[in-house]
């Protein structure tokens, strides 16, 4: 358990929740002591901060970042001690795979935003297929996520947990076809949640 990261959201909790007032729904759908993999849309930078707070405290999760916000001094330290990873989004990152891998294995949980980057709406961009590969190589499910609304204070944004996904592939391993095609019907699950948005 990460001392930093619960003493961290313990502290942030009550400021951030005022500011961005959050509402909860799915939380029935997480799984109980297995680790999963949360697949979730990013049109915010408060996304990954407000996702993060919804959990149960019993559920910490380890977040893939873009690997320039790790390299910026003071955010790159404060995500790190949290538990955060970069991640080279412009190249098959296989180091940043590998740690999402043995995190997952070692039973924690993982936030990952499939388009691996902050979009407008549903589209924009396509899902990344690694998401997939991690899910695959650990037996963890993936979990659908919709965080909506426009976050401006004291707005209420919607958080929604869906379902638990579990892809199955026609050969052991699967193929990149089969890991791109997996990656588009989750972020498709997780925009769908919307429609459960208050």
Request: charged share 20%; proline share 6%; glycine share 10%.
């Amino acid at each position: 358990m990460n001392r930093f990261y619960m003493t961290v959201c313990t502290v942030a909790a009550p400021v951030i929740h005022l500011l961005f007032p959050v509402t909860v729904s799915g939380l029935e759908n997480l799984p109980g002591e297995q680790g999963v993999v949360f697949c979730a849309n990013h049109a915010s930078a408060w996304d990954p901060i407000l996702l993060c707070l919804a959990l149960p405290r019993r559920m910490p999760i380890r977040i893939m970042a873009k690997k320039e916000l790790m390299e910026k001094p003071l955010i790159g330290w404060f995500l790190k001690k949290l538990g955060a990873f970069g991640v080279d989004r412009g190249h098959s990152d296989l180091n940043a795979v590998k740690t999402a891998i043995q995190s997952v294995r070692n039973g924690g949980n993982l936030l990952v935003f499939p388009e691996g980057t902050r979009v407008e709406r549903a589209g924009q961009v396509r899902a990344k297929g690694g998401v997939v590969m991690i899910a695959m190589r650990t037996g963890a499910a993936l979990l659908p996520v919709y965080v909506g609304g426009k976050k401006r204070l004291f707005h209420r944004t919607h958080i929604v947990f869906g379902q638990p996904y579990h892809p199955v592939t026609a050969t052991r391993h699967g193929t990149a076809e089969e890991y791109q095609a997996f990656a588009d019907e989750i972020l498709r699950r997780a925009y769908a949640l919307s429609a459960q948005e208050e």
